[in-house]
């Protein structure tokens, strides 16, 4: 049974767009992947859950069988299917799922089921911070600190000292960056990114996350960057195509890695939740009940009122 579900970013652009990148929407469908519920029935060959768990959810099935699972990359499955992905598999925004047991991770009886919702966003956070392997008192900033750049934020913040400098569009998510522990903020909109944050960082940064999906940020990344820097592309661009200063990177030296979701992360963030290492209730800023699910999605689809995460109270019960 779905308990919570979150707007997440993608399902906005399947409601507004009818599509996220190539993948189309085919009505009728479900959307919703950022989810947390209680398990009712199990099948005779699990052995992992027992009726009346809570757990937090994986949405991305996975083959367990080609080269990419055998491998240790079930997020680049040959064969992946994703919740409420156009044409994949049905999403969360429905009071019942059949889901893999493997998709599914008992979360202790002191967590929450808001806490227990962000699991699956933060966990992406956590593989981006993976794949930076940053050094202690690294240098970095994030690009766009909506849900998912916060995400990176606090799990950049959990696995070790570093200063992290964060730019936005939204004053509203500044100040949310700041109380996730961002040691700088800069205003998207108001100032030049790369020149405030070079007068602070005049050897230039370590690491750069770009969470946005701007392509303009992709040119702010490099700049910002110092020589042999990474840059972490996080955020989804709206187009296929996007342009970069190739001799810029070739003269830095810089390394491109990009996210795909995420990767055995679930399982890590759940404890780093359950330790206090992560504290990301501050990321719930409103909630509805299923019959206004399309309220949730405009308010996401538009930014209002401060919007960070907006969970859908699918099914009572903690």
């Not at 998510?173 to 109380?179: M, N, S």
């Not at 187009?239 to 399982?267: I, P, S």
């Amino acid at each position: 049974r779905i308990n919570r579900l979150w707007v997440c970013r993608s399902d906005v652009n399947n409601y507004v767009e009818g599509r996220i990148g190539e993948d189309r929407v085919r009505n009728p469908a479900t959307l919703g992947h950022e989810c947390a519920g209680t398990i009712i029935e199990v099948g005779s060959a699990v052995t992992n859950l027992v009726s009346g768990d809570r757990v937090a959810v994986d949405p991305a099935v996975s083959c367990g069988r080609c080269d990419q699972c055998l491998a240790g990359r079930r997020n680049t499955c040959r064969n992946l299917r994703f919740m409420g992905c156009p044409n994949q598999t049905p999403g969360a925004a429905a009071e019942y799922r059949i889901l893999p047991a493997t998709n599914c991770f008992v979360i202790p009886d002191a967590m929450s089921m808001d806490e227990a919702v962000l699991v699956e966003p933060l966990s992406i956070g956590l593989h981006a911070a993976r794949l930076a392997a940053m050094k202690p008192n690294a240098r970095a900033a994030i690009l766009g600190v909506g849900p998912i750049g916060l995400g990176v934020l606090l799990c950049v913040k959990a696995l070790a000292p570093a200063t992290i400098h964060a730019t936005d569009l939204i004053d509203s998510r500044l100040d949310v960056a700041r109380q996730c522990g961002a040691d700088s903020v800069t205003s998207a909109t108001r100032d030049d990114v790369v020149a405030t944050i070079g007068r602070e960082e005049p050897l230039g940064l370590d690491v750069v996350f770009e969470c946005s999906g701007d392509p303009a940020c992709l040119d702010q990344a490099q700049e910002l960057l110092a020589p042999g820097g990474t840059l972490v592309m996080v955020g989804i661009p709206p187009t296929a195509r996007v342009d970069f200063d190739a001799h810029l990177m070739r003269r830095k030296g810089l390394t491109f890695k990009a996210v795909r979701r995420q990767n055995e992360c679930v399982g890590p963030v759940i404890e780093l939740l359950a330790s206090g290492r992560l504290d990301a209730r501050g990321l719930v800023t409103h909630r509805f009940p299923l019959e206004s699910i399309r309220e949730a999605f405009e308010l996401v689809a538009s930014y209002r009122d401060g919007v960070i995460k907006a969970v859908i109270e699918v099914s009572p019960g903690e």
